[in-house]
């Protein structure tokens, strides 16, 4: 069993910051992936910032310039910075691990961001 718990979201107001956490326990043979997902009401889940498996990032465009991912040395935790947030960066977000040999995805539970204007 894996265990992804997230911390650090709350609300803000625009132009604020905040900074994610996510920490991952449990039976992880070898990641592949880490990283941050966000989905906004009525909106599908989309991609914020993830550690790739040759141990690049990558960011969506609407990131990129304002949310830093990073992690951990344990390659555990990853942590997301998010910086100059606007009221569109209002979600929840997901932390979301995706392990080897066969891949396995697993998701955390989730913590609602909301950046008032």
């Known amino acids: 069993q894996v265990s992804l718990v997230e911390s650090g979201g709350g609300s803000v107001q625009a132009g604020g910051s905040m900074r994610l956490s996510c920490t991952a326990s449990?039976?992880?043979?070898?990641?592949?992936?880490m990283g941050w997902y966000r989905q906004a009401p009525g909106q599908s889940r989309e991609l914020v910032a993830t550690f790739t498996r040759g141990g690049g990032t990558d960011y969506a465009d609407f990131a990129k310039g304002r949310f830093t991912i990073s992690r951990d040395n344990a390659k555990t935790s990853v942590f997301l910075q998010m910086n100059d947030l606007e009221p569109e960066d209002t979600a929840i977000y997901f932390c979301?691990?995706?392990?080897?040999?066969?891949?396995?995805?697993?998701w955390g539970l989730g913590t609602q961001v909301t950046v008032s204007s």
């Open positions: 449990g039976s992880i043979d070898l990641i592949y992936a």
């Open positions: 979301n691990l995706k392990t080897m040999p066969i891949i396995n995805e697993y």
